[in-house]
C-alpha cells in the first residue's frame, strides 16, 4: 500500500506502519525488548523496508518516526541502532533538501544525545552515515556540519576510550575476529578492533578531503589532520602501516590527480552572482588550495610521528614518495603550490619553523605561522598556537636516529638539486618566441636556497667534489633567473643603496654553510 500511485492510499499505509512500530516498541514485553535481539529486529524492520520507496512522502513520515522513536525509545534502542541509523542514512539525490535537513536533524540527535549508550561495536555505522551527509551535495551546510559531528565523534572516542576498547576487545574476541587460516595456519592479521574505528574515521573524512566542493575539502582536510595530531597517539605502531597506505597518500595521489585535471576558467554557472577573491576563481586555484592543505598536513604528520614512523619496515618507501610528491608540487607551475612544497620539504627536514611575514600567507590559509608540531596545540580549523615566538631555522643539527641513515638523506638531497635544476632551466628557444616563459618567483627561489643549509647538516659525511659542483650550478642558476617585473620594484635596490636581496643573502649563507 504504501508504495501505491495515489497519494493518500499511500499515507494511510505509511501511517498505519509507522504506528504499528512505535506501538510495539512502547509495549511493555517479558523479558523486555532491549534484551531480545530477534524481536527488535522484527519490529523495526518494516521501518527500514520504507526506505526502498522513492515517494517524498513515505520517506517523511518515515523519518518523522525515526525522530519519534528516539526521542521515547532511543534509551532502549540496544540492538536496534544499526536499522535505525541505516534509516537515517538512507539519503538519496532525489529526496530533496527538506528530507535531508530532517533526516540530518535525527542524526544530529543521535549523535549529541545518545553516543554513551550505543554499543561500540555500532560506532563504525554512526561514522558512515555521518560521512555520508558530508557527501550529499544537496546541503553544503549540512555537509560542513556533518564535518563538525565527525570531529565531535572522534572526541568522543577520545574521552571514552578505555571503555570502548574493552568493549570492542571482548566482542572481537567472541566473535573470534583473528581467525586461523586452516591452509596455512596463519592468523589474518587485522587492525585492532579499537584501531579499525579510527581507521574508518580517517578513511571517511579522507574521501570528504576529495569533494568536489572547496568548502567541505578545506573543513574535511583541517579535521582529519588535526584528529591525527590529536588523537593519533592512541594507534597501535603497526596501524600507522595503514594510516599511511591507506588514507595518506592516497589523498595526496587523488588531490594531485583531481588538481592536475581541473579546469582553469571560471564557471558563472556554479559561483552565480557570488563574488570570489580573483586567488579562488577558478576550480584550478580552488584545488592548488586543497594541495597546499594536504601536502602540509602529510608533512606535519610525518615529522610529528617521526620516531614512530621510523620504525615500520617499509619507512624508506614512504619516506621517498612524500620526497616524490613534494617534487612533483616544487615544480609545478602554480606559484602558491610550488612555494608550499618548499615548506613541506622544510617541515619533513625538522626545519619547517617557518615565521609567518606580513605579505606572506601561510600554507594552511588560517593566518597562523606553521610551527613544529612537538608543543603546539591545535584546533579542528588547523589553528596552531605556541609558547614562543617560532624560527625560520632550528638553530644547530638536529639530533635524530635518520642522521645516520644516508640513503634517506641522499634521497632528499637528489630531491632539492632536481627541484634546482629543473627551476633554473633555461626555456627552450620555441617557448621563449612564444612569450609564455615561466619564472620562478624569487620567494620561492630564496626558499630553495635557505633549504640548503640545515639539509647540508645532514650529508655533509657524504658531500663530495661532485656534489659541490652540482650545488654551484643551482646557485648560479637560481641567480640568474630575471626578476618579475610586478617583484622588481620591491626586491631591486636603488643605485643610491648597497644592499642584497634576499636571494643573494640566502645564497652567500649557503656558501658560508660550506666554509664552516
Not at 538519496?92 to 550505543?118: M, N, R, S, Y
Not at 659525511?461 to 661532485?466: E, L, N, P, T, Y
Given at each position: 500500500?504504501?508504495?501505491?500511485?495515489?497519494?493518500?492510499?499511500?499515507?494511510?499505509?505509511?501511517?498505519?506502519?509507522?504506528?504499528?512500530?512505535?506501538?510495539?516498541?512502547?509495549?511493555?514485553?517479558?523479558?523486555?525488548?532491549?534484551?531480545?535481539?530477534?524481536?527488535?529486529?522484527?519490529?523495526?524492520?518494516?521501518?527500514?523496508?520504507?526506505?526502498?520507496?522513492?515517494?517524498?512522502?513515505?520517506?517523511?513520515?518515515?523519518?518523522?518516526?525515526?525522530?519519534?522513536?528516539?526521542?521515547?525509545?532511543?534509551?532502549?534502542?540496544?540492538?536496534?541502532?544499526?536499522?535505525?541509523?541505516?534509516?537515517?542514512?538512507?539519503?538519496?539525490?532525489?529526496?530533496?533538501?527538506?528530507?535531508?535537513?530532517?533526516?540530518?536533524?535525527?542524526?544530529?540527535?543521535?549523535?549529541?544525545?545518545?553516543?554513551?549508550?550505543?554499543?561500540?561495536?555500532?560506532?563504525?555505522?554512526?561514522?558512515?552515515?555521518?560521512?555520508?551527509?558530508?557527501?550529499?551535495?544537496?546541503?553544503?551546510?549540512?555537509?560542513?556540519?556533518?564535518?563538525?559531528?565527525?570531529?565531535?565523534?572522534?572526541?568522543?572516542?577520545?574521552?571514552?576510550r578505555q571503555r570502548i576498547k574493552q568493549d570492542l576487545d571482548a566482542t572481537a574476541d567472541s566473535d573470534h575476529i583473528q581467525s586461523e587460516n586452516p591452509a596455512s595456519g596463519d592468523k589474518i592479521k587485522n587492525p585492532p578492533p579499537f584501531d579499525a574505528l579510527w581507521m574508518c574515521l580517517f578513511s571517511q573524512l579522507g574521501e570528504l578531503c576529495v569533494d568536489s566542493r572547496p568548502a567541505v575539502r578545506k573543513s574535511a582536510g583541517q579535521t582529519l589532520f588535526s584528529t591525527i595530531s590529536a588523537h593519533g597517539s592512541l594507534l597501535q605502531h603497526q596501524t600507522w602501516h595503514n594510516v599511511l597506505w591507506q588514507v595518506l597518500f592516497p589523498l595526496l595521489e587523488n588531490v594531485q590527480k583531481y588538481s592536475s585535471s581541473a579546469s582553469t576558467t571560471r564557471d558563472k554557472e556554479s559561483t552565480g552572482n557570488i563574488l570570489i577573491h580573483h586567488s579562488r576563481d577558478t576550480a584550478e586555484k580552488q584545488w592548488a588550495e586543497t594541495r597546499v592543505l594536504s601536502l602540509a598536513g602529510v608533512a606535519r604528520t610525518f615529522n610529528a610521528k617521526r620516531k614512530m614512523l621510523q620504525g615500520l619496515g617499509d619507512f624508506p618507501r614512504a619516506w621517498s614518495l612524500l620526497l616524490d610528491h613534494i617534487e612533483l608540487s616544487a615544480l609545478c607551475r602554480n606559484a602558491e603550490v610550488s612555494l608550499a612544497a618548499l615548506k613541506s620539504f622544510q617541515e619533513i627536514l625538522q626545519i619547517g619553523r617557518t615565521s609567518k611575514s606580513l605579505d606572506e600567507p601561510d600554507i594552511m590559509g588560517q593566518g597562523i605561522a606553521v610551527v613544529e608540531p612537538h608543543g603546539e596545540v591545535m584546533s579542528r580549523t588547523g589553528e596552531v598556537t605556541a609558547n614562543k615566538k617560532p624560527e625560520l631555522f632550528s638553530k644547530g643539527p638536529i639530533s635524530d636516529s635518520t642522521d645516520n641513515d644516508i640513503p634517506l638523506w641522499s634521497a632528499a638531497w637528489k630531491v632539492w638539486l632536481n627541484i634546482g635544476a629543473e627551476v633554473t632551466k633555461p626555456p627552450k628557444q620555441d617557448v621563449k618566441m612564444s612569450g609564455k616563459v615561466y619564472l620562478p618567483s624569487q620567494n620561492f627561489l630564496t626558499a630553495l636556497i635557505q633549504t640548503f643549509p640545515p639539509l647540508f647538516e645532514h650529508i655533509k659525511?657524504?658531500?663530495?667534489?661532485?656534489d659541490l659542483h652540482k650545488l654551484s650550478s643551482v646557485l648560479r642558476g637560481t641567480l640568474c633567473v630575471p626578476v618579475q617585473n610586478d617583484a622588481s620594484l620591491f626586491i631591486i635596490p636603488s643605485y643610491s643603496e648597497v644592499t642584497l636581496t634576499p636571494l643573494q643573502e640566502a645564497s652567500l649563507a649557503a656558501m658560508d654553510t660550506l666554509i664552516k
Open positions: 500500500i504504501c508504495q501505491h500511485s495515489h497519494a493518500e492510499m499511500r499515507s494511510w499505509g505509511a501511517e498505519a506502519v509507522t504506528s504499528l512500530v512505535k506501538a510495539a516498541l512502547a509495549h511493555k514485553f517479558d523479558p523486555p525488548l532491549h534484551e531480545n535481539l530477534r524481536l527488535q529486529s522484527s519490529i523495526l524492520s518494516p521501518l527500514q523496508e520504507l526506505s526502498s520507496i522513492s515517494y517524498n512522502d513515505i520517506r517523511q513520515k518515515q523519518l518523522e518516526s525515526v525522530s519519534y522513536i528516539l526521542q521515547n525509545n532511543g534509551n532502549s534502542l540496544l540492538h536496534g541502532w544499526p536499522t535505525v541509523l541505516g534509516v537515517i542514512g538512507a539519503v538519496a539525490k532525489e529526496h530533496g533538501e527538506k528530507l535531508i535537513q530532517q533526516a540530518f536533524q535525527c542524526l544530529q540527535l543521535v549523535v549529541t544525545d545518545f553516543l554513551p549508550i550505543i554499543r561500540p561495536a555500532y560506532l563504525q555505522v554512526v561514522v558512515q552515515v555521518a560521512a555520508k551527509f558530508g557527501l550529499q551535495q544537496q546541503e553544503l551546510n549540512v555537509s560542513l556540519t556533518a564535518i563538525g559531528l565527525l570531529w565531535n565523534i572522534s572526541d568522543f572516542f577520545f574521552q571514552n659525511s657524504r658531500f663530495v667534489a661532485a
